[in-house]
């Protein structure tokens, strides 16, 4: 997704030994770049058309890591406490949970080791990887798909598809869309942001809950915002009790998963019963190419082997 100024301001948490090499990428490379991606003592990488290629000092790109930028152990924690504003503590709950957000809704994905306690992570020490994931604009397609989702009038929604396939960036659109006076009309849009990536993106009327867990996010969204619309990113099996709370209460929700096919979606089993009684009605399914249009299918049909499209 296109974001001119995405990649500077990502740039803006890098070293400058890093930052100077990624700052001699010609325009139209930086345009494309969706991922940095920096790994302790390999070659710095960057994520263009869904290809991973490798940074030269130059600027230029090659699809071979010699002679590449290295990323040492020092530029790798340097980045790290940049992106946490300084302070590793103040970041530590997003750290368990494997990312950072950084200004801009841009995202820093973390890999170290982590130390457990009963299944559940209680600290993560010595990062070994950074996958800075750049925000993208609204594509022209959010307008189209507003149409596609909502044109008949508000319904339960779901935007479907793989990693880097623009699910966040649509939703971000469409939350802006039905905020700023979407046919003449500002639609009240509540949106649990739990990892900080929706930020800005509402229009005059939307509400962004940003930090809350997802599934307490939505339930106080209908308690206290009377939303027309529910909105959050990247559903999972712990939140469909929250979704079908929300339904119960006569809210429509617009969610985006991860998933690349109709058979993906069928196999997940906590999710039938959210598609079978109608939480959602139409579920757009993104291919794996940013900026493609999605596919929009009625979710009743989506449950059989035959599938119809709506458009």
């Not at 980045?79 to 503590?89: A, I, P, V």
């Not at 802006?176 to 849009?189: A, E, T």
């Not at 509540?190 to 997802?214: M, N, Q, S, V, W």
């Not at 990113?233 to 209460?249: P, S």
């Given at each position: ?64 890591p010699a002679g590449g930028v290295q990323v040492t152990g020092s530029l ?236």
């Amino acid at each position: 997704m296109d974001n001119p100024k995405g990649y500077a301001q990502v740039l803006s948490f890098l070293p400058p030994q890093l930052r100077e090499s990624l700052s001699r990428l010609p325009e139209q490379k930086r345009r494309q770049v969706t991922e940095i991606r920096l790994r302790q003592g390999k070659t710095l990488c960057l994520t263009l058309g869904g290809g991973s290629f490798f940074l030269q000092p130059s600027g230029q790109l090659s699809p071979s890591p010699a002679g590449g930028v290295q990323v040492t152990g020092s530029l790798l924690q340097e980045t790290l406490l940049s992106c946490c504003g300084r302070s590793l503590h103040s970041c530590a709950d997003q750290l368990r949970q494997g990312f950072v957000t950084l200004p801009g809704g841009h995202r820093a994905g973390v890999a170290g080791t982590a130390r457990t306690e009963g299944g559940q992570v209680l600290s993560v020490h010595g990062i070994t990887s950074l996958n800075i994931r750049i925000a993208g604009a609204a594509p022209d397609g959010a307008a189209l798909l507003t149409e596609k989702l909502f044109g008949g009038g508000l319904c339960g929604a779901l935007i479907a598809g793989p990693p880097l396939s623009g699910k966040t960036t649509l939703l971000k659109g469409i939350i802006g869309s039905l905020s700023g006076g979407w046919r003449g009309q500002y639609l009240r849009v509540a949106a649990a942001d739990e990892r900080g990536e929706l930020t800005g993106c509402g229009g005059e009327t939307a509400d962004i809950l940003t930090g809350y867990p997802k599934a307490y996010a939505l339930e106080l969204a209908v308690r206290s915002l009377s939303p027309q619309l529910l909105c959050c990113d990247e559903l999972a099996a712990g939140e469909a009790e929250a979704v079908l709370t929300a339904m119960n209460a006569g809210v429509p929700l617009l969610c985006t998963i991860h998933a690349s096919s109709p058979e993906e979606l069928r196999r997940r089993r906590w999710l039938r019963p959210l598609l079978d009684g109608g939480v959602f009605d139409r579920v757009a399914l993104l291919s794996g190419c940013p900026g493609c249009p999605a596919r929009v299918f009625r979710a009743a049909e989506l449950l059989q082997e035959g599938l119809s499209c709506c458009g």
